[in-house]
C-alpha cells in the first residue's frame, strides 16, 4: 500500500505570494492532518480534515486554511506569505485517529 | 502548549538500552499515549502506543506508571540509526505534539 505522499516536496516563494500545497492520504484514510514545522517552533499542528470536514483546529492565522475533497486528498494554502511561513509543512493520515501516517513533507522557502 | 513534557536531550552509548521518560500528569481516562520519532526533517515515524498497560512490539517497550501520569519509552539496544528527537503525545484529544527529546547515541 502506498504511503502519505505531498506535492511539491520543495517550493520557493516570495513575501506576499500565496501558495497551495497537496496531500494524498493512504488509501482508505478519510483523515488528514496538517503540521508546520519549524527550528525555533517544533511541530504546530494547523488543523485536521475528516471526510471533508475540518475537525480540529490549531492556533494559525486565518492566511492559513485548507479544505479535504471527496477522495479524501487535501490541500493547504497560505495566502500573503511572510518570511516567518517558511518551514517543513507535514501532512499526516489515518485511518482512525489517533495513529498517524505522516508524508515526507513539502519545504517551503519564503524569499 | 502541549500535554507532555519531556527532557530536551538525552545520550546513548551503542549497545545500552535507552530510556526515554515523559510526564503527562494531565491525561484523560480515555487517552493513549503515542511515541513518535523524527530522523532528520523526514516525517515522524509511528513507535508505539498504550493506554494503561506495558506493551512491548519490535521497536520498542512502553512502561506507564499505574497512575498514568508518566510513562517511559525503552529501546532495548540503541544503535546509531536511533539518533532522532522522540516525541511523547496523548490522542485522541490533543492533536499537538511538544518539542520531544533529542536522542543522540555515540559509538
Known amino acids: 500500500k502506498a504511503g502519505v505522499t505531498q506535492t511539491p516536496r520543495y517550493l520557493i516563494k516570495t513575501r506576499g505570494q500565496q501558495v497551495t500545497l497537496s496531500c494524498s492520504p493512504i488509501?482508505?484514510?478519510?483523515?488528514v492532518s496538517w503540521y508546520q514545522q519549524t527550528p525555533g517552533q517544533g511541530l504546530q499542528f494547523l488543523f485536521e480534515?475528516?471526510?471533508?470536514?475540518?475537525?480540529n483546529k490549531g492556533n494559525f492565522p486565518g492566511r492559513f486554511s485548507g479544505r479535504q475533497f471527496s477522495n479524501s486528498r487535501s490541500e493547504m494554502n497560505v495566502s500573503t506569505l511572510e518570511l516567518g511561513d517558511s518551514a517543513l509543512y507535514l501532512c499526516?493520515?489515518?485511518?482512525?485517529?489517533?495513529?498517524?501516517?505522516f508524508g515526507p513533507g513539502t519545504r517551503l522557502t519564503v524569499l | 502548549d502541549a500535554k507532555t513534557t519531556q527532557p530536551p536531550s538525552m545520550d546513548c552509548a551503542e549497545g545500552r538500552a535507552a530510556n526515554l521518560p515523559c510526564n503527562h500528569s494531565?491525561?484523560?481516562?480515555?487517552?493513549?499515549v503515542y511515541w513518535y520519532r523524527q530522523i532528520h526533517s523526514q516525517g515522524p515515524q509511528y513507535i508505539i502506543h498504550?493506554?494503561?498497560n506495558n506493551e512491548t512490539n519490535e521497536m520498542a517497550s512502553l512502561i506507564i506508571t499505574e497512575d498514568r501520569k508518566s510513562s517511559t519509552l525503552i529501546l532495548p539496544h540503541a544503535t546509531l540509526r536511533d539518533t532522532a528527537v522522540y516525541y511523547c503525545?496523548?490522542?485522541?484529544?490533543?492533536?499537538?505534539f511538544g518539542a520531544g527529546t533529542r536522542l543522540t547515541v555515540k559509538p
Open positions: 503525545i496523548v490522542r485522541p484529544n490533543d492533536m499537538r
Open positions: 494531565t491525561i484523560s481516562g480515555n487517552e493513549y
Open positions: 498504550g493506554l494503561k
Open positions: 488509501s482508505g484514510h478519510r483523515s
Open positions: 480534515y475528516f471526510s471533508e470536514t475540518q475537525r
Open positions: 499526516a493520515s489515518s485511518l482512525a485517529l489517533p495513529e498517524q501516517f
